[in-house]
């Protein structure tokens, strides 16, 4: 990622960020997500890709890292470096508990790099771009790209959607979501430097009555 790069994204994300409500919501859900979201096969998929194409002992982030469950505590019995990052302490507090060996911090997507996490062999961001307003999303990929190490990893976790900042109903709360059409989902990471080298989708129907079915989108990409 270029220096201009870097500028656009923080100007941007010093302009338009707004995560009102988004980091309460996940607060209060706390360990019910688990359980609302039972069976991941989608996910488990993408993140035991990873696990396996990176060489032992990577470092790996893992954004958005909700409960630590399972993604993290899955890179982490692979024997990889893991630093987990959410935007809500309640959340981390759980994850820090279901997977010790982790490391994780609070920080929102657009303040990454004031948190010096340093380079990744792979990143991990399972449906945590979704919960970015449309037009940011292509930031925060030129910003992965810019965090991973030459040829490294993205597994990336999206729903199949063409809505921007959509407010949904999420286990009694509101949260906002975003996503593309998996057409214009490809052409946007292409456009970030990204080269997709595997792609999977699963139709989802959570526990949770209030939370409609989704189609859920996993690409695995590798940093051009």
Avoid at 43 to 53: F, I, P, R
Wanted: contains cysteine; proline residues 6%.
């Amino acid at each position: 990622m270029s220096g201009d790069d870097n500028q656009g994204y923080d100007g941007y994300a010093r302009a338009g960020l707004d995560r009102t409500g988004q980091a309460e919501a996940f607060d209060a859900i706390g360990d019910r997500y688990d359980d609302a979201f039972p069976h991941k096969e989608g996910q488990l998929a993408a993140g035991d890709w990873l696990a396996s194409a990176l060489p032992p002992g990577s470092r790996v982030l893992d954004l958005g890292c909700g409960t630590g469950l399972p993604t993290a505590r899955r890179l982490s019995e692979a024997g990889h470096e893991v630093v987990g990052v959410d935007i809500s302490p309640g959340i981390l507090k759980l994850a820090r508990d279901n997977v010790p060996g982790a490391q994780f911090h609070q920080a929102d997507i657009a303040d990454l790099r004031d948190h010096r996490l340093g380079s990744f062999d792979g990143i991990a961001a399972f449906f945590t771009l979704l919960m970015l307003p449309r037009p940011e999303i292509p930031y925060a990929l030129r910003m992965l790209h810019g965090m991973l190490r030459p040829e490294g990893l993205l597994a990336l976790g999206m729903v199949e959607a063409d809505v921007n900042d959509f407010s949904i109903p999420f286990l009694g709360h509101t949260i906002r979501v975003s996503g593309y059409l998996r057409d214009e989902l490809r052409r946007v990471v292409r456009d970030a430097g990204f080269d997709v080298v595997g792609e999977d989708s699963h139709a989802y129907a959570p526990a949770s009555t209030d939370v409609p079915p989704e189609i859920q989108l996993f690409l695995n990409l590798r940093r051009a």
